[in-house]
DNA sequence: GGTATAACCGACTAATCGAGTAGGATTTAG
DNA sequence: CTAAATCCTACTCGATTAGTCGGTTATACC
């Protein structure tokens, strides 16, 4: 696997902050219900975009997170990060200052190392995708709020 | 980290049967040492390159492992699937028979799954670079065998 | 000021997976 | 027969994931 759900939890937590019209905070408990998600798990993840800061908290009563750029300045590269770490495709892959990759093989005399063509593709492409998609994009996939309390509440 | 050394492990194994010349097997200890890692280790890794019908083996003695194809016909992704398993960014995702992506979040009746939209686009990112990628692309790559035997064999 | 609400923080746990070891059984060339 | 190899199973050790739990701090509202 790929990623792990903390990826995909905090994702769905970003969607879910994005989706919302008005500038008010929204609770993570709110969030944890309309996601089912554990709230004490979500937040440990919402912390780790906080420290990013892709997201920005209130406390105190009627407090909770909103993002801290509009949706379509926040690229999912950046909300992946935050929430799994460098996106290297492996262990041996550290980023170099100016964009370079390098490889730890590399630096024992031994021969060029044979994996880094292929590595070096695959993170270009994860890179491309996840830089290439902008919460709005998934704001909008995932459409407006289907309101689970117009048939919830009242149960 | 998107994959682990079984990934790695096993593509520069690969590499290393496809830069043999010759048609003879090649023994997995001369591979453990060429590329300085574990044997017994290598063995386990091996062994899913053949369920996978990418290397065949030869049993006793002079026996060894030998590409299964011309390199050329090797795609990465048929490497990796093997070692790593399959490539899904996300433990929700099922790949459906004809080529398409189920996210299991969406059985249940809940809203169409937010992340699906990402997902979708890092794993053709991924499978396109794996799959435009043959292992003749890294043998080629990788160069001829510097010898080191020549230097250390003496030493 | 008190209280409910909610963010914040750190420690702990169970299960899984990765990485590697160990030991033996089987096959085959010489 | 024996040495060289594949093959196979089981085991260990550590790290990571996916949580839980308890408590502390901040704040809106009455």
Redesign the pocket.
């Known amino acids: 696997m790929l990623f ?3 990826a995909e939890y905090g994702v769905r937590l970003m969607v879910e902050l994005g989706r919302q019209p008005g500038s008010e905070p929204v ?3 709110a969030v944890a219900e309309a996601e089912r998600l ?1 709230l ?2 979500l ?2 993840l ?2 780790k975009l ?1 420290n990013a800061g892709l997201v920005t ?9 909103q993002l801290a750029r509009p949706a379509t300045e926040i690229s999912m590269d950046q909300v992946v990060e935050a929430l ?1 770490g460098q996106i290297a495709p492996m ?1 041996c892959f550290h980023e170099a200052p100016e964009g370079k990759v390098l490889c730890s093989h590399e630096t024992d005399g031994y021969d060029a190392c044979a994996t880094k063509l292929l590595w070096t593709r695959v993170q270009g492409g994860v890179t491309k995708a996840l830089a290439g998609t902008s919460l709005a994009d998934l704001v909008e996939f995932a459409g407006p709020h289907e309101r689970k309390e117009s048939v919830g509440s009242a149960a």
Chains 1, 2 share one sequence.
């Open positions: 792990s759900t903390k609770a993570l408990s554990p004490s798990y937040e440990h919402v912390a906080r908290s209130t406390r105190g009563a009627h407090g909770g997170y799994e262990e």
